[in-house]
């Protein structure tokens, strides 16, 4: 008999806690070429993905598929190291499986991160933005199909997507590491491969400020478990349609790789300053 969802979760959070990871202060996914913040952790614990019973399989090249817990600026943090895509093949369940486990585990928040290509032409490959809404366009959500109180609530409202809490404290840490911090709407598409001019005009006409494959799944998920969720990406790419290149991959991790160190800032510092009682 297959067990449900929840029982699933509890059995990964209970392998998780066996290892000793427990008392988390927050939580953090790290996205595409975002992975040197762990440079900066005390890992206390690396746990490859694999080994965690119900948890999927990351299969890009460029995400690690770990899962770690360590100290970060003297806080208990659990960090995966790659997360998973519709374009993969998942199931938006297993997109979002992470999350679920974050929450199950007791952490007060969790922090998103992540790369994105840009459609406003005022902004730059390299910038961040701090994502204050977003538009979901995957051909499904983690939502769909019959609903677990124990989980969430039927109907998640999602009009404060973003916690203001979460946003408060990363725009008072960009102030104070000098980091420019641009402020938009993240729409998601199915990917793997990017979009046309056409698309381009059509996503930024909608909305959007920047575009990219993953995200909204977590943030539904969050939102329909009342966990705390913020989101800064890494602008890797620029997306005008009137001037579109072709994509140069190694060339868009360089762009992250480089913008990771003002990431890295940015995130050490908010994690100084939240204050989980004020998240709710």
Known sequence: MTSSLFDQIEESAAFLRARGIDGLDGAIVLGTGLGGLTAQMEILQSIAYDDIPHFPEATVEFH??????????????????????????????????????????????????GAAGTMRIDWNKGDLMLVTDHIHLLPGNPLIGNNDERLGPRFPDMSEAYNAGLNRALRA?????????????????????????????????????????????????????????????????????????????????????????????????????IDAERLV
């Open 64 to 113: 690690s598929g770990k899962l770690l817990f360590g100290i970060l600026e003297g806080k208990r943090v659990l960090v995966m190291q790659g997360r998973f895509h519709y374009y993969e093949g998942h199931d938006f369940a297993s997109i979002a499986y992470g999350i679920r486990v974050f929450k199950a585990m007791g952490a007060p928040y969790v922090l998103l991160s």
């Open 173 to 273: 840490a960009a102030e104070e590491e000098a980091v420019d911090l641009n402020e938009g709407v993240y729409v998601s598409a199915q990917g793997p491969m990017l979009e046309t001019a056409a698309e381009y005009r059509y996503l930024r006409n909608i909305g959007a400020d920047a575009v990219g494959m993953s995200t909204t799944p977590e943030v539904i998920v969050a939102n329909h478990a009342r966990l705390p969720v913020a989101c800064v990406v890494v602008l890797t790419d620029e997306c005008d349609p009137d001037n579109l290149q072709a994509i140069n991959i190694p060339e868009l991790l360089s762009v992250a790789a480089k913008a990771e160190k003002k990431l890295i800032r940015l995130i050490k510092n908010t994690i100084q300053r």
